[in-house]
């Protein structure tokens, strides 16, 4: 076996999968304010700007050819209710960011995510009877929110709240609505996960959270029934499929791009990013090479694509510009 890994050009005629820039999706953090820039403290390197400082993010993406951005907003927490209402007003972070990246005319896929949970005043996804999330009331605003967001200028609707029937509904709404072009990605199974945890720092839902969302995320104990999940947002219209926390998954990833054949991205989240990036802090790894190996994961278990906070650091990596 060592005769093919001997020489650099032998091991890179023997390579089985290749990661590119084409693979990486950014995630941004959206605040209020003008001339704002944030660092979050639990994800560094990663920084919430305002919406004035958002295009020149883009523009980064665009420049290292990076194929899509995924926003994602940290609502002021007097604007935060019990039915999520920010989610609906179309001067919201998320809008506005929107209609900036789009005005400036940037060769990148603009991705927002359909979620209640960082306009909630609980933190959830969904709107709550009491304890329990409602499914179809929560649905019915997801809808809402979905098509401000594309009339905003966003090009794919990614929902991430795991309500049932929410991808058939926001697709026949999108077509009857004239936008048959905008793609779906949806947060096919997504488990409920403490790898979530520095994301909720950056949107400011950590310190609101009452209780867990188990009932609507998935058991991570569970395989079969993620490709129930994918199975039926794929019926009901989802144009690219995730799985989600990433590493811990790799296998869910393996088992959906193989049974279903289809664009398949997984999302390495806040909390993957954080220990990698605290122990190259510490000088326990080598930071830029486990970046690196865990981007080729991803491929490796079949991904076409990675939401990752590392997408810039790795585009340039990959690409050897700035
Ligand atoms: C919420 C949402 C979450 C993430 C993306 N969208 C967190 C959650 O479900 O609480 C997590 C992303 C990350 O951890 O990087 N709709």
């Known amino acids: 076996m060592r005769r093919n890994r001997r020489t650099d050009w032998s091991r890179r005629l023997v390579r089985e999968n290749t990661l590119t820039v084409d693979d990486l999706i950014w995630p941004l953090f959206l605040t209020d ?30 420049e290292l050819g990076i194929p899509a951005i995924a926003l994602f907003p940290n609502t002021d927490p007097a604007k935060r209710d019990a039915m999520g209402s920010e989610a609906l007003n179309p001067g919201n972070l998320i809008c506005q960011a929107c209609r ?12 927002t995510d359909v979620a209640l949970d960082p306009y909630t005043s609980h933190g959830h996804d969904g709107l ?27 090009d794919v609707i990614a929902p991430s709240d795991m309500m049932d029937g929410r991808v058939g509904v926001i697709r026949s709404a999108l ?37 867990d969302k188990r009932t609507y995320q998935m058991d991570p104990a569970n395989t079969d029934e993620a490709l129930h999940e994918v199975e039926l947002d794929i019926a009901e219209g989802a144009d690219m499929i995730m799985v989600k926390p990433g590493m811990p998954y790799l296998d869910i990833i393996r088992r959906v791009k193989d049974t279903f054949l289809r664009p398949t ?11 990698i990036q605290a122990a190259a802090q510490n000088g326990w790894i080598d930071g830029e090479r486990a970046m690196m190996e865990s981007l080729m994961a991803f491929k490796r278990a079949g991904c076409d694509g990675v939401l990752t906070y ?13």
């Open 33 to 62: 304010g003008t001339g704002v820039e944030q660092p979050v403290a639990s994800m560094p390197g990663v920084t919430r700007y305002s919406v004035d400082r958002i295009v020149a993010q883009a523009e980064i993406a665009a």
């Open 100 to 111: 900036s990246i789009r005005a400036a005319g940037l060769p990148v896929g603009i991705i």
């Open 175 to 211: 077509d009857t609505a004239g936008f048959q072009d905008i793609q779906i990605m949806s947060y096919a199974a997504k488990y409920a996960s403490a790898f979530y945890g520095p994301f909720r720092d950056a949107v400011g839902t950590n310190a609101t959270l009452v209780g």
């Open 128 to 154: 709550m009877d009491g304890e329990t999330i409602l499914n179809d009331e929560t649905v019915e605003q997801l809808v809402a929110q979905a098509l401000l967001q594309v009339e905003a200028g966003s």
């Open 310 to 322: 590392f997408a810039v650091d790795a585009a340039r990596k990959l690409t050897g510009r700035g």
């Open 265 to 275: 991205f997984a999302y390495q989240v806040s909390g993957e990013y954080a220990m």
